[in-house]
């Protein structure tokens, strides 16, 4: 990135970009390097997570009674698709910390030289927040949704590799990136794009958007667990609006920091 932008703040570079195509094409292809790595560290952690995959799949299988053993797969390529679905999520989780680095890498040129430093540490956060997500599912809501799903109606589940991981998986990854909702609504207000009134005012919506996130989410009908699911989404998304008020008292001065030659 040329001078002229360097210390700008992201909401004056971004029309600064669109409106000099040079720099919207320098901007796509360090994008496509950071892509390109990104790519490369989860093939790498997936691969990892594929030579481990027996004690992800048999701590996966803990909430349900009997383990991994209770699970009946029918077809006879049911478990290669499993295991695939199950170590790309583990090499997710083993790459995040430098998926988020790379991130990082592509906007940090947008920041004041002040703010790149402290902006590194949110990459420690979002993964707290991430892990956390996937342990309250993993903890609370699949103890409560299982039992429910396997004798639904009383009707007793068998159940297979090819629908209860994609389950647990989607669930887990789901509530982990909720987690994140919190820090990313402080970026976006520091950034000046969205404030806490804003979003105070459309709690309305939010509560719906939520109620349909859960649903599809639980897949159940069940009023407790789409509870359970709920809760913690508006949990998050007060903590949002507290945290975009932080966020937009403390956003920095439009002037920018004059550049060295």
Do not use: C
């Amino acid at each position: 990135m040329t001078s002229e932008v360097e210390d700008k703040p992201l909401t004056e570079i971004l029309p600064y970009v669109f409106q000099h195509p040079k720099e919207l094409l320098i901007q796509l292809e360090a994008m496509r390097k950071h892509i390109l790595r990104s790519l490369l560290y989860l093939i790498i952690t997936t691969t990892v997570a594929f030579t481990e995959i027996t004690p992800i799949l048999d701590f996966l299988t803990r909430p349900l009674e009997g383990g991994l053993e209770t699970l009946q797969a029918i077809d006879v390529t049911e478990g290669v698709g499993t295991v695939m679905r199950v170590a790309l999520l583990g090499g997710f989780l083993m790459a995040f910390p430098l998926l988020a680095f790379e991130v990082w890498l592509f906007f940090v040129a947008g920041l004041h030289r002040k703010q790149r430093l402290p902006s590194l540490f949110a990459i420690p956060v979002s993964l707290l927040f991430f892990v956390g997500g996937m342990a309250f599912a993993y903890y609370f809501l699949l103890p409560a949704a299982l039992p429910l799903l396997l004798n639904f109606m009383g009707i007793e589940t068998i159940p297979r590799p090819n629908s209860y991981f994609p389950f647990v998986v989607n669930l887990l990854f789901w509530m982990g990136l909720f987690f994140e909702f919190p820090l990313v609504i402080f970026i976006l207000a520091k950034l000046g794009i969205v404030n806490a009134r804003g979003l105070a005012s459309q709690w309305r919506l939010a509560i719906v958007i939520m109620a349909i996130l859960s649903a599809l989410i639980t897949t159940t009908t069940d009023p407790a667990n789409m509870m359970l699911m709920m809760l913690p989404m508006i949990v998050l998304y007060v903590v949002g609006i507290g945290l975009a008020y932080i966020g937009q008292k403390t956003k920095p001065p439009s002037e920018t920091v004059p550049t060295q030659t």
